[in-house]
């Protein structure tokens, strides 16, 4: 087994896998209401090449962890098979999707007796009103339904994703904290990323990760937790000392490149070495073409060692990748 190391000594086991562009939201630092031009069907990976090239990830490179994305990975209909073909490869994987949790309620148990692991949600907002301003869609309830179903199936510790939008939602961190809280899910506050189909994004017009805490300090106790953070994305601290915690993703204030162990592979089969690279290397060709396991792998490996050091989003040369988040996966 040769790993997915690059040239800054960095190792990928965590693959993100996006199984569509699709999504049945449209969240306005996402995609414009209209939606996109989806990506058409023969350029995805069948579900047979998909559950490849992921073999090829755990059995020859190294990869302990896959969070499956999308888009809205659950609009995958095959999703279930691929979650259940993953886990007769490997029994030791993690295995995770990050979804809107819309149709969850009635797919959850199933994805759980496939051998999925946990689930994320993408949720910014309990209150209606400002759930149907983000997402265009009144559709809180069943994202509540959803959250609800994973954690009676076993997906847990069941996360949730928020960010926080300037004017929109940024009043009601500490409340959405509380909602979790009182549920038991996990919190994750995600800095808003420069990752929009319009390039809209303003870094001025974010909300930054010591606001997000600023807020949530006018009503909750927060102290650092214990736990040593490694490559987790999520910075965490104890909330009025334990053991409910909350999470705050700075990647933009305060990125943490160095420590990086993901590595992505879009629907069309490109595998990116960062979400913000600009460039992509191709599998779905050579492995259409015939290349074997062995020289697939080579390939991947080949990809990792042009990462960059870091996303360079300060660095006045800083240009926004081409696809946007629904068409790269989280």
């Not at 199984?19 to 989806?38: H, I, K, Q, S």
Request: hydrophobic share 40%; net charge negative; proline share 6%.
């Amino acid at each position: 087994m040769q790993p997915l190391i690059d040239r800054h000594g960095r190792v990928a086991t965590d693959l993100r896998v996006s199984l569509t562009d699709r999504c049945n939201l449209r969240c306005t630092y996402c995609m414009p209401a209209e939606g996109l031009d989806w990506m058409p069907g023969e350029e995805q990976l069948s579900d047979t090449e998909l559950v490849r090239l992921i073999g090829i990830a755990v059995s020859r490179l190294g990869v302990t962890e896959i969070r499956f994305t999308g888009g809205e990975p659950l609009l995958r209909r095959g999703l279930v098979d691929i979650i259940a073909q993953v886990r007769a490869l490997d029994s030791s994987v993690e295995m995770s999707i990050t979804s809107n949790a819309l149709g969850l309620a009635r797919t959850a148990p199933a994805l759980a007796a496939a051998g999925l692991d946990r689930v994320n949600v993408s949720l910014d907002s309990v209150r209606p009103d400002t759930f149907r301003t983000i997402t265009r869609r009144d559709r809180l309830d069943d994202v509540v339904a959803g959250l609800a179903a994973a954690d009676a199936a076993g997906l847990g510790p069941v996360k949730v994703n928020a960010v926080l939008m300037r004017g929109v939602n940024d009043d009601q961190a500490p409340e959405l904290l509380q909602w979790c809280l009182e549920r038991g899910y996990q919190l994750r506050f995600i800095e808003q990323m420069p990752l929009d189909a319009q390039h809209g994004w303003d870094r001025n017009a974010m909300v930054t990760a010591d606001e997000i805490l600023a807020s949530l300090e006018q009503a909750f106790d927060l102290s650092p937790a214990v736990e040593p953070r490694g490559s987790a994305p999520a910075e965490l601290f104890r909330v009025d000392g334990g053991p409910g915690t909350v999470g705050v993703i700075a990647s933009v204030t305060r990125p943490f490149c160095g420590d990086c162990d993901r590595v992505r592979l879009t629907a069309d089969g490109q595998v990116r070495d960062c979400l913000f690279a600009r460039t992509e290397s191709d599998l779905r060709g050579p492995l259409r073409a015939g290349a074997s396991d062995d020289e697939l792998a080579e390939r991947w490996q080949t990809a990792m060692l042009g990462k960059a050091p870091g996303h360079g989003i300060d660095d006045p040369t800083f240009l926004q990748p081409d696809r946007p988040m629904s068409a790269i996966g989280g």
